[in-house]
């Protein structure tokens, strides 16, 4: 999937689902994702650091996508919410 993904990013936060012993940590996604390519990356212990770091580097007509599993969009879901809330 990262062969497919890398070419349309300018950067990569990795990350991982919390408390899912079927996940993978971001060091080893990390490794993964230098082989896809030449696409810089940072690697974030939480997904919401991760998403904290994306939005502050990301610009007005940017898009930040979310990307892995339904579970981890689902632990991000009320980040989202309350950002649109607020």
């Known amino acids: 999937m990262f062969r497919v993904l890398a070419p349309h ?3 990569a936060w990795l990350t991982r689902y919390t408390d899912n ?3 993978v940590a971001p060091e ?12 810089s ?3 974030c212990a939480h997904a919401v650091e991760a998403w904290n770091l994306a939005r ?3 610009q007005m007509d940017d898009l930040i996508c ?3 599993s339904v579970f ?4 991000l879901r009320p980040t989202l ?4 809330a607020g």
């Open 9 to 11: 990013f300018n950067h």
């Open 28 to 39: 080893q996604l990390a490794s993964l994702w230098q082989t896809a390519g030449d696409v």
């Open 81 to 84: 919410l309350a950002e649109c």
């Open 72 to 75: 981890l969009a689902g632990e």
């Open 21 to 23: 012993p079927r996940s």
């Open 41 to 43: 990356f940072t690697t």
């Open 66 to 68: 979310v990307t892995g």
């Open 56 to 58: 502050a580097a990301a």
